[in-house]
């Protein structure tokens, strides 16, 4: 039986078959001014962290929406001329629904993000695009997580290119980066196994878990809090940099373990102070980053990538850690639970 740490050591291998694959004329996407995402879970943490890259890559403005939510309250934006609906599994009952309500009265046109082109999603949208990363069966998607964050960059690749926004030189020199980040895969998984064996005892002690990220990495915070929430089972918040400023830090006490989110860019150094500040009053303030730093409690990945394409490479240590942590407490991640729990609450068709 496969598991999760199975499924991440396969991301590299995974994701460089899906961008050798890259064809940028496949989907129409020329035109696409306005573009709605709907997904729910790991599904939309992977487009809060695709979102930042989209924008700044094509001339498009991205709005995620959860859909249960959007479809019983939500009102969709006249300038919308695209829908993706993204579902690893392809069967978000939510999702599936939320598309054939937003397009009963108007045409718009809409693409399905999944997995499993017979899935039941893909009944309800004009094109599927499919992950190219197989059949993921441990339900803490990991490899499948990073599938749809590249997926979704590489969609407003095609986005930029069909309207003219980038040429071809552009457009291999953005390859180039992605490539680049993904070749790396295997090296940060490395280093995070590094950092848990060094920081192992601290971390299995931990009972409440923060993480705290800005920009791109805001989707990277909130897929540590789901994974986290999934496979440890405690306390487990991922929360936007300034958002946390503004009442959540009133909680910290000595039973909190904080994980602050680095890149090298001019919010650097706010996160800094505020991880300075809090030090003194929680269990462990530990750093994940891209940057060389040799310091104690810090994940330091050397590597130099842009900040829209570093969501790739800094949720690989919280999937990482997620299973050590989880399994060293005891959690047995192959036991399932709440087996009947789609069944009754028809979360998945």
């Known amino acids: 039986m496969e598991t999760m740490l ?3 050591n396969q991301e590299q291998e995974t994701l460089e078959s899906i961008i050798e694959s890259f064809d940028v004329a496949q989907t129409d996407v020329k035109h696409v001014k306005h573009c709605l995402i709907l997904a729910t879970g790991s599904s939309y943490n992977a487009c809060l962290s695709a979102k930042n890259y989209i924008e700044e890559t094509a001339p498009v403005y991205v709005q995620i929406e959860e859909p249960f939510n959007f479809l019983h309250y939500g009102k969709i934006d006249p300038n919308i001329d695209l829908i993706i609906a993204v579902s690893q ?3 978000s009952t939510s999702t599936i629904q939320a598309v054939e309500k937003l397009t009963q009265t108007r ?3 809409t693409i399905a993000l999944t997995s499993d082109a017979k899935s039941p999603i893909t009944k309800v949208v004009d094109e599927v695009v499919e992950l190219n990363m197989g059949i993921e069966m441990v339900g803490f998607v990991t490899k499948g997580y990073l599938a749809t964050v590249l997926n979704l960059m590489l969609l407003g690749l095609r986005i930029a290119y069909q309207n003219e926004s980038v040429d071809q030189v552009k457009l291999k020199s953005e390859l180039s980066e992605l490539k680049n980040a993904i070749r790396q895969i295997n090296l940060v998984i490395e280093k995070t196994n590094e950092f848990w064996l060094k920081n192992q005892a601290d971390l299995l002690a931990g009972s409440r878990f923060i993480t705290i990220g800005y920009g791109p990495n805001l989707g990277t915070a909130k897929e540590f809090e789901t994974k986290f929430t999934e496979t440890v089972r ?3 918040q991922g929360f936007e940099l300034e958002a946390y400023m503004h009442g959540p830090y009133l909680e910290a006490n000595g039973n909190h373990s904080l994980f602050f989110i680095e890149n ?3 919010l650097h150094e706010r996160s800094h102070i505020l991880k300075t500040y809090l030090s003194e009053y929680v269990a462990a303030c530990y750093t994940i980053t891209t ?11 050397s590597i130099e990538t842009p900040e829209k ?9 919280f999937q990482y850690l997620a299973y050590q942590i989880a399994t060293g ?5 192959n036991k399932r639970i709440f087996d009947d729990f789609d069944q009754v609450l028809k979360s998945k068709i």
């Not at 407490?329 to 991640?333: E, F, Q």
């Open 234 to 236: 405690l306390p487990s």
């Open 264 to 266: 090298d860019n001019r």
């Open 309 to 317: 394409i570093s969501p790739l490479l800094l949720v690989i240590p």
């Open 329 to 333: 407490k005891g959690i047995d991640l």
């Open 6 to 8: 199975d499924y991440i």
């Open 107 to 109: 045409s718009i046109k």
């Open 89 to 91: 599994s392809g069967k």
């Open 291 to 301: 940057s060389a730093i040799s310091e104690p409690k810090t994940l330091s990945l």
